[in-house]
């Protein structure tokens, strides 16, 4: 068996640098591997006595861990992530050399929940791409007669955002990657740097292009062609990130009297839903998604196909 010098105890490091740095994983990504491989580790040491010799686990141990936290009534989901995440650590071992074999391979783990993608309606969309001027103009009503001024372009940013994601189905990180000098707004299209480094040009709206152009002249200058389409705040030209479109779409769901706890994912999801509703076929959205896997984009074909059900049961008298 080949080894690497130092401790095993080194390998996830190694592991995490080559997320970052070679792989390109998402932030969340990131994080939720480092703690299934913290958790693991943890639960190893106060088993054991002493931290988890990775070379040499076998694939009891992996199952004993399987069974705690069944015990701790973990969700299959949260489960099946954290064996995802040892399952990825593993192969990596393996494809360095470090292992011969996966002692995570070939565990039964628990069926995922069939769960159906969560989108706003198209009338909702509206509300809520609309919903950051609304705001404006209520913040700036409240505050008249004030000395207090109500700055318009974080609205307009957070118009643009919305409006982007919603044209173009990104992915957040996708979003705050953008570039300037990647959109061609003659041409209609952007470059995204997607999941593993991988790029893909989909077309964006007009009304989108508009939006970003209208936040661009309110900032001193816009941004250079190799600066971010969207930054984080008027005075630091550093992108915008996920945390803060986060809280900014929070604020603007709860304006809009609709579920804050829905994620800038789920614009995506509306996306793929609305594109699908009003006939695209499932091979140009998979493309347009960046997903590499078919059956990935699949699930939102189960999402059309349930509402056309329910419209069905509802209106056929001999349903």
Known sequence: MAKVSG???DWPGLFFRFLTDEKDASVYTQ???KQALDGFDEWYREANGQAPPWADLKRDSFRLYLRQLGRNNLSQAAIRL???ALNSFYKFLMRRGFIEASPVK???LPKPAKRLPQFLTIDQMIELLDAPEAEYRAER???EGTTKKVRVTPYLRDRAIL???YACGLRIGEMCRMI???IDAEQSVV???????KERQVPIGRTAIEAIQVYWQRLAKPPAIDEPVFFASETKRTPIYPRLVQMRLKRYLNACNLDAGLTPHKLRHSYATHMLDAGADLRSVQELLGHSNLATTQVYTHVTTERIKRAYDEAHPRA
């Open 7 to 9: 401790e095993t105890g």
């Open 31 to 33: 994080r939720n591997y």
């Open 82 to 84: 954290r064996f995802s």
């Open 106 to 108: 070939g565990i039964t």
């Open 141 to 143: 009503s409240a505050k």
């Open 163 to 165: 409006e982007t994601i």
């Open 180 to 182: 300037a000098g990647e």
């Open 191 to 197: 470059n995204v740097h997607g999941k593993g480094k």
